[in-house]
């Protein structure tokens, strides 16, 4: 063999050795992750626990209740659980929810809402959940889950939609559901100031930025969910002004204004 050819198998050996090298390393790796992959998923299954919450009562807004701490607690009692799949009785839509045993008391907390059947899968973060409210449209499936919390919350109304989700606006106070509809309270943000005092005194009307008694106060109505807003129809609306009054019909009587 002369020396070219010599130069040539070598060569090709060479190449061919980095191929098979390529190759083992490839299906190596390949057959690593997929052994992650698999114990971290039986870890994950000895950590994950599914509850299914029944029998939930209506409360006067039409909405279903679900004792979130109060059914878990004693639900998990002796296990090592730090996930629970949180399922409703009927309803597609579920939570997942992280459990946090550092306290006195487990803490629950919610880390995404998922609805298989809209695909949604959506990170949120709801701290200390005590319980949730929850009710279903019948007609366009539209899901409202609402948080309640011993921290204070801005937005704890969640609306689940034609395949999205979004929380509702800081000034929705409640949602109600009766006659397959929803309805919505809602607060004007710039006159929070009202629902303490005790009257629309000047110092009052002074401290709130264009004061006027011609705004609303607040507004009721029908509310629907689309894929990106919601619309609200007021059918009520209540103002200032009338709310103005109500505080001043609502002050004792005096001796000078008996007078």
């Not at 009562?57 to 607690?73: D, I, Q, R, T």
């Not at 992280?98 to 803490?107: C, Q």
């Not at 959940?129 to 969640?158: C, D, P």
């Not at 009052?204 to 006027?212: C, G, L, R, T």
Request: hydrophobic share 35%.
């Amino acid at each position: 063999m002369d020396r070219k050819t010599k130069r040539l198998v070598k060569r090709v050996s060479l190449i061919s050795l980095i191929i098979l090298s390529t190759i083992l390393v490839v299906f190596g790796g390949k057959r690593y992750l997929d052994w992650i992959d698999v114990e971290a998923a039986k870890r994950e299954d000895t950590e994950k626990v599914v509850y299914v919450s029944r029998e939930n009562k209506l409360n006067a807004e039409g909405l279903y209740v679900s004792n979130v701490k109060e059914n878990l607690k004693s639900f998990l009692e002796g296990t090592d659980a730090k996930k629970v799949v949180y399922r409703f009785e009927g309803e597609d839509f579920y939570l997942l929810l992280d459990v946090d045993n550092r306290e006195e008391e487990p803490v629950f907390s919610i880390e995404k809402v998922i609805d298989e059947k809209q695909e949604v899968n959506a990170l949120i973060s709801f701290r200390d959940v005590e319980s949730v409210e929850y009710r279903t449209h019948r007609s366009s499936a539209s899901s409202i889950i609402k948080v309640n919390s011993s921290v204070e919350l801005l937005n704890n109304y969640i609306a689940i939609t034609e395949g999205t989700h979004y929380l509702l606006g800081e000034d929705i106070k409640t949602i109600s559901y009766k006659n397959d509809q929803f309805y919505y309270l809602a607060y004007n943000l710039r006159y929070i100031a009202l629902r303490e005092v005790e009257a629309c005194t000047k110092e009052v009307k002074e401290e709130i930025p264009k004061f006027s008694l011609k705004d609303y106060y607040y507004k009721y109505g029908k509310i629907n969910f689309l894929s990106d807003y919601y619309q609200k129809l007021a059918s009520k609306t209540f103002t200032v002004k009338e709310r103005c009054e109500e505080l001043e019909a609502s002050l004792p009587v005096t001796e000078n204004n008996e007078e």
